[in-house]
C-alpha cells in the first residue's frame, strides 16, 4: 500500500497566478501521476510524472500550463500556470507501488480561481 | 488505452434494493479495474479483471469481466447507505501505465 499526502488541501486563486501542489509518498514509487477532477465529473489524466525526466502529457494537456517535477520517488509537484477560473477543479496525484497494481490516489487539492 | 462507457450515469435506490453499473468498450481491454469515490473522498481500488469470463465477488459485490472483453459489470446485492458514492471502470492508458476512467455511475441509496 501507499500513504499519499498532498499540500495544500484547498486553495483560492487569483487569475493569472500560478500554484503549485506538492505530493509526498510515504514510500518509493515508480509510477507516479496527476489527475484532474472538475465538480461532478470523472477523472482525466494530466501526465505521469517520470523521476529524473520530462513528465509525459495526455492529450490536451502541455508542459507550459502544468508544469511538473519529479526530484524523487516519493515526491513530485504540479504546477497550475496562468490560472483561469476553467482551471477550477480537484487535482490529484496517485501512486502505483512496484508490487502492485492498483493505484493509490492522494487526498486531493481544490483549487479555485477566481 | 480507450475510453470507457460507463452506463447508467445515475441511479437511485431504496435500501436494500439491487444496483448494477455497465462498463463498455468498443475494443478488447487486457484488463479493468473499478474503483469507488465516496462524496468528498478520493477513488478507492476495489478490484482488477484480468480473464476472460472471469467473476470475483467481494461479499455483496459482485464484479464480472465479458467473454469478449468488452464489457464489465459491477453488482451490489441489497444496498446499503454504506454503499453511497461514484463507482467508477477504468482502463489502462496507451502506455499501459495509467489509468483512463470511465464517467462513472453515482449511486444514491434511500432508507
Known amino acids: 500500500s501507499a500513504v499519499i499526502s498532498q499540500k495544500p488541501s484547498r486553495d483560492i486563486c487569483q487569475r493569472g497566478t500560478s500554484l503549485t501542489i506538492q505530493c509526498q509518498v510515504d514510500?518509493?514509487?515508480?509510477?507516479m501521476f496527476w489527475y484532474r477532477q472538475q465538480p461532478g465529473q470523472s477523472l482525466t489524466l494530466i501526465a505521469t510524472?517520470?523521476?529524473?525526466?520530462?513528465?509525459?502529457?495526455e492529450s490536451g494537456f502541455v508542459i507550459d500550463k502544468f508544469p511538473i517535477s519529479r526530484p524523487n520517488l516519493t515526491f513530485s509537484t504540479l504546477t497550475v500556470s496562468n490560472m483561469s477560473p476553467e482551471d477550477s477543479s480537484i487535482y490529484l496525484c496517485?501512486?502505483?507501488?512496484?508490487?502492485?497494481?492498483?493505484?493509490?490516489f492522494g487526498p486531493g487539492t481544490r483549487l479555485t480561481v477566481t | 488505452g480507450q475510453q470507457v462507457m460507463q452506463i447508467p450515469q445515475y441511479q437511485h435506490v431504496q435500501e436494500g434494493e439491487d444496483f448494477t453499473t455497465y462498463c463498455n468498450s468498443s475494443?478488447?481491454?487486457?484488463?479493468i479495474q473499478w474503483y469507488k469515490q465516496r462524496p468528498g473522498g478520493h477513488p478507492v481500488f476495489l478490484i482488477q479483471?484480468?480473464?476472460?469470463?472471469e467473476v470475483k465477488k467481494q461479499k455483496r459485490l459482485t464484479f464480472q469481466f465479458g467473454e469478449a472483453k468488452k464489457n464489465s459489470s459491477l453488482h451490489i446485492t441489497a444496498t446499503q447507505t454504506t454503499d453511497v458514492g461514484t463507482y467508477f471502470c477504468?482502463?489502462?492508458?496507451?502506455?499501459?501505465?495509467?489509468?483512463?476512467f470511465g464517467k462513472g455511475t453515482t449511486l444514491s441509496v434511500s432508507s
Open positions: 475494443t478488447t481491454l487486457s484488463n
Open positions: 477504468a482502463d489502462s492508458n496507451q502506455a499501459g501505465t495509467a489509468l483512463i
Open positions: 496517485s501512486v502505483v507501488p512496484s508490487s502492485s497494481y492498483e493505484q493509490y
Open positions: 479483471l484480468v480473464k476472460s469470463g
Open positions: 514510500s518509493q514509487v515508480t509510477m
Open positions: 510524472a517520470n523521476q529524473g525526466s520530462e513528465a509525459t502529457y
